[in-house]
C-alpha cells in the first residue's frame, strides 16, 4: 500500500496556471493524475513512471499539462497552464504497479483529491 496527498488546489481564472502536487509514501511506483468534474465520470489526465520518465498525457490536456517527478522527495508534480472552465474538476493522484496510462482498475491506491475551480 501506498498513501497519497494532494495539495496546490484552489480557484483561479481561465488562462491562469496552477501547480498541483502529490506526496507518495512509497517509490516503486507509477502515478497518474485523474480528475472528476461534477455529474462526470472520472478521467485520466497524465501518467508518469516510477523513475519519472515517459509522461503519457490525456489529449485534452496535451500542451497545457505537465507532469514531473521528483523521485528523492517522492513528489509527482502537475503543472498546469492555460487553465479553461472545463479544467473545473477534483483532481487526484493514484499509484500503480503496473501502468501510468489511463485504465483506472490497475491503480491500487487514491488520493483523496483536491477541487480546482477554474472561472471565466
Known amino acids: 500500500q501506498v498513501h497519497l496527498v494532494e495539495s496546490g488546489g484552489g480557484l483561479v481564472q481561465a488562462g491562469d496556471s496552477l501547480r498541483l502536487s502529490c506526496v507518495a509514501s512509497?517509490?516503486?511506483?507509477?502515478v497518474g493524475w485523474f480528475r472528476q468534474a461534477p455529474d462526470k465520470e472520472r478521467e485520466f489526465v497524465v501518467g508518469?513512471?516510477?523513475?519519472?520518465?515517459?509522461?503519457f498525457y490525456a489529449d485534452s490536456v496535451k500542451g497545457r499539462f505537465t507532469i514531473s517527478r521528483n523521485t528523492a522527495k517522492n513528489t509527482i508534480f502537475l503543472q498546469m497552464g492555460s487553465l479553461k472552465p472545463e479544467d473545473t474538476a477534483i483532481y487526484s493522484c493514484?499509484?500503480?504497479?503496473?501502468?501510468?496510462?489511463?485504465?483506472?482498475?490497475?491503480?491500487?491506491?487514491w488520493g483523496q483529491g483536491i477541487q480546482v475551480t477554474v472561472t471565466t
Open positions: 493514484a499509484a500503480s504497479k503496473v501502468t501510468r496510462k489511463n485504465n483506472r482498475q490497475l491503480y491500487d491506491c
Open positions: 512509497g517509490r516503486a511506483y507509477h
Open positions: 508518469i513512471t516510477s523513475t519519472g520518465s515517459q509522461p
